[in-house]
């Protein structure tokens, strides 16, 4: 069973758009939801996390949305750029356990 | 910030070799580190649990006696794929929790696999 369902499996933005990522869950007890972003032939890296108990983080030209009643949460790249060409994984986790990776989604930006 | 290590990058071997990777953490203690396998254009999906000085624990479908995973100190875990076969060809990447508990995982730059 999929613990977090990722869409869309691909998107492609114009430069200077914004890129909308989303994640649903179904377990309530996940208390950390992280966003990674994979270059190809490389390992994910951290972009940004958050918390249930905050209902937005932004990090740049990067924003996590999230909505706990809804079970939902989202990736917003403002202003995207080429270099933002990537893949990215959605996860949660609680309790300081495992990670369970969404099935990731291929960005790409173009000029 | 957190960085982990991965060796070999890439590695070729003959099928029926063993091979080993080594997973390093190197500006924090890690006691526990993960092991994920990727598939091309695939999600990560979890091998197992490594916790130091203990053993690891292996996720349902993967094979303990295959991959063998020891994590004998705070920045060191190795994952050995024993008798390898062409179908273990994949992306092994690790990820480190550092010491004192935090949630992010930290990974590395993963390992590319190809058994001929």
């Known amino acids: 069973q999929q613990q977090v369902k990722q869409s869309p499996q691909s998107l492609i933005v114009q430069k200077g758009g914004i890129s909308i990522i989303n994640c649903a869950y179904e377990?309530?007890?996940?208390?950390?939801f992280p966003w990674y972003q994979q270059f190809p032939g490389k390992g994910p890296a951290l972009l940004i996390a958050?918390?249930?108990?905050?209902s937005e983080k932004k990090e740049g030209r990067f924003t996590i949305s999230f909505n706990k009643s809804a079970k939902q949460f989202s990736l917003h790249i403002m202003d995207s750029q080429p270099g933002d060409s990537a893949t990215y994984f959605c996860?949660?986790?609680?309790?300081?356990?495992?990670?369970?990776f969404g099935t990731g989604t291929s960005l790409t930006v173009i000029p | 910030g957190a960085v982990v290590s991965q060796h070999p990058s890439w590695v070729i071997c003959k099928s029926g070799t063993s091979v080993k990777i080594e997973c390093r953490s190197l500006?924090?203690?890690?006691?526990?580190m993960f092991w994920y396998r990727q598939f091309p254009k695939q999600s990560l999906m979890l091998m197992a649990t490594?916790?130091?000085?203990?053993?690891?624990?292996?996720e349902q479908g993967v094979e303990k006696d295959k991959f063998l995973i020891n994590h004998a100190s705070l920045t060191l875990s190795t994952l050995t794929v024993t008798s390898a076969h062409p179908e273990d060809s994949s992306f092994y990447i690790c990820?480190?929790?550092?010491?004192?508990?935090?949630?992010?995982?930290?990974f590395g730059p993963g390992t590319r696999l190809t058994v001929l």
């Open positions: 500006d924090f203690q890690a006691t526990t």
């Open positions: 377990n309530t007890a996940f208390d950390y």
């Open positions: 990820s480190a929790r550092d010491f004192v508990g935090g949630d992010t995982q930290y």
């Open positions: 996860a949660a986790s609680f309790s300081r356990n495992q990670f369970y």
């Open positions: 958050i918390r249930p108990d905050v």
């Open positions: 490594s916790n130091e000085g203990s053993k690891a624990t292996y």
